[in-house]
């Protein structure tokens, strides 16, 4: 039976990342296949190999279940699960034998087991009179920082700090390779205030058991003195009472103009929170007009995920995504977290009250962040013709949440109109831009008319209507926000042209095909 004992892994995903494989049920062969593992994602780094089977997911024996049913397994874990898998030659021959597979683990493992599995922790801590509250010392031959001296009722100590707390972070800056006089000289040059990521002794055993990399995405928020809020509201016979709104040199949606004795008020929505998710649905990287359509798509009901100034100061300093925080507190099912090869029907979509309309004729301005797997796009260009269009925009990546589409024709970057730069200007630009990229692009057919029309392709198209009330109007004249098209994939119009050979890492002649 030891020839035949599972590998347990314990995967963990940061919000809005997958674990980074594929649950396949091929025809042909037996059990649940792992496949399609991605390059440095969690699966890959934890051990999982290509067509390893799944025996159990969170302890629960699966080998025997419908495919469908493993996957809600999978599905309903939430941004933690652990699972016990055989290697393919193993599998096979095991299956061979007649063995048992489901007798294999002889401790069973308890359900949930990563979920409950011991986390790093946040700390924010602000200079008192007295300082931090707390020393640094490193061993000889150990490696790491950890907290000594930590003074009961200092600043250190208030923020949940604990002595023999080995330091991961320091402001959202993983410090583990650094030498120990360089971690105080960063510590000192912080300033006033500043945000730590920490483990224990217990965590840390645990993460290092797991060969897991530890980083803010897998920590507990519940130490941070100031936290984003979850606000349900249910819309009045005037609306939410409130308006949304992007602000000059700052980014997000933010939240104006409430109204005495609206939802809004009642529900403790503040002048200035920035919204940072509505419905479960983050936001950061749509614009104006699909924040508002989000918010429209509820009916008359609401989940508004805010942060005021404060807060928002907070999580930045630390480099903290606050939907950490909702990932922690919401008791809701997560949706599926890795790529399952299995078709879902799709759900019905709700009846709004929406006019069907003709397309609207305006590009669209996409911002973004750069992730672990970049913007999430290919950039292309055509042989000899001034312009770029966008292609193989990843689904669920940065380029896709900010509303970009296959096909799209890039007008601007960063600000900059590269209608009539060649490719490598405008990659350099896109590269120029460190982690984070907005771009003007606008659908083929969309461009044509405009162009058609001698309009110039400017970001004030899009602005002119960035400006929308959520809540009904008292003005005899109703406003509409236009509602964007939901994004889709389509093939341009007419026969293909001819492209630059691809340049990608496959290839080895010359290039105009990007990826970011």
């Known amino acids: 039976m030891d020839s035949y004992r599972p590998k347990v892994i314990c995967l963990t995903k940061r919000p809005g ?11 042909g062969e037996e059990g649940h296949l792992v496949r399609g593992l991605e390059m440095g994602g969690p699966a890959e780094l934890a051990g999982m190999k290509d067509g390893d089977r799944i025996l ?41 034998k007649g063995v048992d597979l489901s007798d294999s683990q002889t401790t069973p493992v308890v359900n949930g087991e990563a979920k409950h599995s011991p986390k790093p922790k946040l700390c924010y801590l602000v200079k008192s009179s007295s300082g931090f509250g707390f020393s640094l010392c490193s061993v ?26 080995r330091l991961v972070e320091v402001n959202g800056d993983n410090i583990e390779n650094r030498i120990h006089d360089e971690v105080v000289a960063k510590i ?63 980014t997000g949606h933010f939240v104006k103009n409430i109204e005495r004795g609206s939802p809004a008020e009642r529900e ?7 919204v940072v998710a509505v419905n479960g649905k983050e936001v950061g990287n749509c614009n104006h007009e699909m924040v508002v359509d ?62 069907e309309k003709e397309e609207v004729l305006k590009p669209k301005l996409c911002r973004m962040e750069k992730t ?60 120029d831009s460190g982690d984070t990229l907005e771009m003007l692009v606008a659908k083929k057919s969309v461009y044509d008319q405009l162009k058609a029309d001698g309009v110039a392709i400017t970001k004030m198209l899009v602005l002119e209507t960035l400006y929308a009330q959520v809540h009904k109007t008292n003005s005899p004249e109703t406003k509409k926000t236009e509602i964007p098209e939901e994004p889709r994939a389509e093939s341009p119009a007419g026969s293909e042209r001819q492209r630059s050979p691809s340049v990608s890492s496959n290839s080895s002649i010359g290039s105009v095909d990007e990826r970011f």
């Open 268 to 274: 403790g929505i503040k002048e200035m929170d920035r």
């Open 140 to 165: 000889k031959g150990k490696p790491g920082v950890f907290m000594t001296e930590v003074i009961p009722g200092g600043a250190a100590d208030r923020a949940g700090i604990k002595l023999q707390d």
């Open 188 to 250: 000192k040059m912080a300033g006033s205030s500043i945000m730590f990521l920490l483990v224990d002794e217990e965590a840390d055993r645990f993460y290092k058991s797991k060969h897991i990399k530890i980083g803010t995405w897998e920590a507990t928020t519940k130490h941070l003195p100031l936290q984003p809020r979850i606000v349900d509201m249910t819309k009045g016979s005037d609306g939410y009472g409130f308006v949304l709104r992007e602000e000059p040199n700052m």
């Open 372 to 431: 672990a797997q970049g913007y999430g796009f290919h950039l292309n260009g055509i042989q000899g013709v001034h312009g770029q269009f966008i292609r193989n925009v990843v689904k669920g990546g940065a380029a896709d949440r900010a509303g970009m589409e296959n096909n799209d024709i890039v007008v601007e970057v960063n600000g900059v109109n590269v209608e009539e730069c060649s490719h490598e200007e405008a990659v350099k630009l896109i590269r």
């Open 56 to 96: 159990r997911v969170n302890g629960t024996f699966a080998d025997s279940l419908p495919h469908s049913e493993v996957v809600d397994l999978v599905r309903n874990s939430g941004t933690s699960v652990t699972f016990h898998l055989l290697g393919e030659a193993a599998y096979k021959q095991a299956k061979e």
């Open 294 to 355: 989000l918010i429209k798509k509820g009916g008359n009901k609401c989940c508004l995920f805010v942060m005021d100034r404060e807060t928002d100061k907070m999580y930045q300093l630390g480099n903290v995504s606050p939907m950490l925080y909702w990932e922690e507190n919401n008791n809701t099912n997560s949706p599926p977290s890795y790529n399952e090869a299995v078709m879902y029907p799709s759900l019905p979509q709700s009846s709004t009250s929406f006019e």
């Open 17 to 27: 990342q997958t674990f980074g494989f594929n649950l396949r049920l091929e025809h």
